[in-house]
């Protein structure tokens, strides 16, 4: 079975500073995908970022980036420039990359972006 | 176009009684997912449904719960007899293509129904 941690219950930042939040997961796959959900309160999860286990590059979007390491299996999120916007719960999830494609998540990381 | 939408929103029951959950997902998506959200389990996975059929049911805490799917469209989630660690948001998804090593579809949720258990 997979398993997801999140060490971080909580963070928080000054608005625009640069916050990482880690993730680590447990697999014997090799094809896997992973991602990084946002759930601000509105409960509404929204897909930030996803990196497919066979690409080597990090996988980038806007001010979101990964860095991936798969033989260390950590999958570690980036946020630049944070803004009030970005506080939320933020959840890593991993996916087979074959079959039933379940999500497995983390426990959530609260993030907080003060002004 | 239109998410995926659920309801009701919130439900408030009592202990013993059932309860169903609607999930409309995004048209065409033949992937449908529901999880369970709670203070204590955080995030889990319930149930898939793949066109009407439901290949994984792994997640299905109990026999007091069950879904269906109808037209591969529309699903709904029922639980019998609900007990107060039965209270959770319960979120669907719906994904466009599950496939093999490189057909992963990203999953789009719903806004949740929160159900509470008196």
């Known amino acids: 079975a997979q398993t997801v941690t999140q060490s971080q219950p909580e963070m928080s930042v000054q608005e625009a500073e640069t916050v990482t939040l880690s993730c680590t997961y447990d697999t014997s796959e090799n094809n896997y995908y992973l991602f990084w959900y946002k759930q601000p309160p509105s409960r509404q999860m929204i897909l930030v970022i996803r990196?497919?286990?066979?690409?080597?590059q990090n996988a980038t979007e806007n001010r979101f980036s990964v860095n991936f390491q798969k033989a260390a299996k950590s999958f570690s999120l980036k946020i630049s420039d944070s803004q009030l916007g970005d506080t939320a719960m933020y959840f890593c999830a991993f996916m087979k990359g074959w079959g039933a494609q379940k999500l497995v998540f983390g426990q959530g990381t609260r993030l907080t972006i003060n002004p | 176009g239109a998410g995926v939408s659920q309801s009701p929103s919130n439900k408030v029951t009592e202990k013993g009684k059932d309860v169903e959950l609607r999930c409309d997902p995004i048209s065409g998506h033949t992937a449908l997912y529901w999880y369970r959200q709670s203070l204590g389990q955080g995030l889990e996975f319930l149930i898939y449904?793949?066109?009407?059929?439901?290949?994984?049911k792994s997640g299905l805490p109990s026999d007091r719960f069950s879904a269906e799917r109808t037209g591969g469209s529309v699903s709904t989630l029922t639980i019998q007899r609900t007990q107060q660690e039965d209270s959770a948001v319960y979120l669907c998804?719906?994904?466009?293509?599950?496939?093999?090593?490189?057909?992963?579809?990203?999953?789009?949720f719903g806004p949740g129904t929160r159900l509470t258990v008196t």
């Open positions: 998804a719906s994904s466009e293509l599950v496939g093999l090593v490189h057909g992963s579809g990203e999953q789009y």
């Open positions: 449904f793949q066109g009407n059929s439901a290949p994984d």
């Open positions: 990196q497919e286990a066979y690409k080597q």
